[in-house]
């Protein structure tokens, strides 16, 4: 990173703060280099611009490792130094599971921002994190809209959003800034363990893409998500006109002869809208599947198709998929 993108890095935030007119703002760190630089750059806006920030910093603690305690201190010290809050959670009788954690650490974040009536959300992930993000979900099976999950912005809730300033920087580039500007860095033995996917991702088959396919592979990656983000964004714009325009004004229900006659990303898009809209569920792919091949050969004067769906059930009747 050159001093170039530290004043860009400051122009892109105050422009997010003032325009979005935030002043609350929780910020997720730990004791890495992407956390430190976070805490230097934010710091630099707090002291040399006129925003009226208010900032808490919260550190969750899985307790995996024996020098938790003195890795916490480390951290607390820090923030002293900078003279804001920290709130540290323990999390206790965790297994070690990276997903598993992941999953706990996101739910412990958004319930202290709500509840405490946060606006803003910041985390320190990196490009290295978006690359390795989007292969591990490449691996897994995933759509459009799974690799592109991990962005700049998001919406939690009508008054809360997550932002990613540093997704576009690389972790040489902040290896480079924390160097620079001398900063105390922790360094986290878990993050070389290789029985973590995402630790063999980075140290084993991202240099070897770099060696062995070509050198600039997060480059390109990086621009084939932003490339995906617009097309995937304007296919959810599109989604969510066409639910609207098909969904029963009264019951629980969608017009599938007008369903149907949509391209199948469409197709899919909607019915995945439909159950999560109305019962905040993520619907089985399988179920997804089985749906559209029966109203894609359903017509008007057919008998009702039932589909069970956990204690529910799904007809297919007249020009209505509906939920008992």
């Known amino acids: 990173m050159n001093i170039y993108l530290y004043y860009e890095f400051l122009k892109n935030f105050y422009f997010k703060i003032q325009n979005s007119n935030i002043n609350k703002i929780l910020i997720a760190i730990s004791g890495g280099q992407?956390?430190?630089?976070?805490?230097?750059?934010?710091?630099?806006?707090?002291?040399?611009?006129?925003l009226n920030l208010q900032i808490t910093y919260i550190y969750i603690d899985h307790q995996?490792?024996?020098?938790?305690?003195?890795?916490?201190?480390?951290?607390?010290?820090?923030?002293?130094?900078?003279?804001?809050?920290?709130?540290?959670?323990?999390i206790q009788h965790l297994p070690y599971c990276e997903t598993e954690a992941r999953k706990y650490r996101y739910e412990i974040l958004f319930n202290h921002a709500i509840n405490n009536n946060y606006q803003l959300i910041i985390t320190g992930h990196s490009l290295t994190d978006k690359i390795e993000t989007c292969l591990q979900k490449?691996?897994?099976?995933?759509?459009?809209?799974?690799?592109?999950?991990?962005?700049?912005?998001?919406?939690?809730?009508?008054?809360?959003?997550?932002?990613?300033?540093?997704?576009?920087?690389?972790?040489?580039?902040?290896?480079?800034?924390?160097?620079?500007?001398?900063?105390?860095?922790?360094?986290?033995?878990?993050?070389?363990?290789?029985?973590?996917?995402r630790n063999r991702i980075r140290y084993e088959l991202i240099p070897y893409l770099k060696n062995y396919f070509y050198r600039h592979i997060e480059t390109n990656i990086n621009y084939f998500l932003k490339i995906s983000n617009i097309?995937?964004?304007?296919?959810k714009q599109n989604v969510i006109k066409i639910y609207l325009w098909i969904r029963h004004k009264?019951?629980?229900?969608?017009?599938?002869?007008?369903?149907?006659?949509?391209?199948?990303?469409?197709?899919?898009?909607?019915?995945?809208?439909?159950?999560?809209?109305?019962?905040?569920?993520?619907?089985?792919?399988?179920?997804?599947?089985?749906?559209?091949?029966?109203?894609?050969?359903?017509?008007?004067?057919?008998?009702?198709?039932?589909?069970?769906?956990?204690?529910?059930?799904?007809?297919?009747?007249?020009?209505?998929?509906?939920?008992?």
């Open 250 to 324: 009264k019951n629980i229900a969608i017009n599938h002869q007008i369903l149907k006659k949509q391209h199948l990303a469409i197709q899919q898009r909607i019915i995945y809208l439909f159950f999560f809209h109305h019962f905040n569920l993520f619907i089985n792919k399988d179920i997804i599947h089985n749906i559209l091949i029966k109203i894609n050969h359903y017509n008007y004067n057919d008998i009702p198709i039932r589909i069970s769906w956990t204690i529910k059930k799904i007809y297919i009747e007249k020009k209505w998929i509906y939920i008992v």
């Open 138 to 197: 490449i691996f897994r099976g995933t759509s459009l809209n799974g690799i592109t999950s991990l962005n700049h912005n998001r919406n939690i809730k009508y008054n809360l959003q997550i932002y990613r300033p540093l997704l576009n920087i690389s972790r040489d580039d902040i290896k480079w800034f924390c160097q620079h500007f001398c900063l105390p860095i922790w360094s986290d033995i878990t993050n070389y363990y290789y029985n973590i996917k």
């Open 34 to 50: 992407d956390s430190i630089c976070l805490i230097k750059l934010i710091e630099s806006i707090k002291n040399n611009t006129n």
């Open 64 to 90: 995996w490792k024996q020098t938790s305690q003195i890795q916490i201190q480390h951290i607390i010290n820090y923030i002293k130094s900078c003279k804001d809050y920290i709130i540290i959670y323990q």
């Open 231 to 235: 097309e995937n964004e304007y296919i």
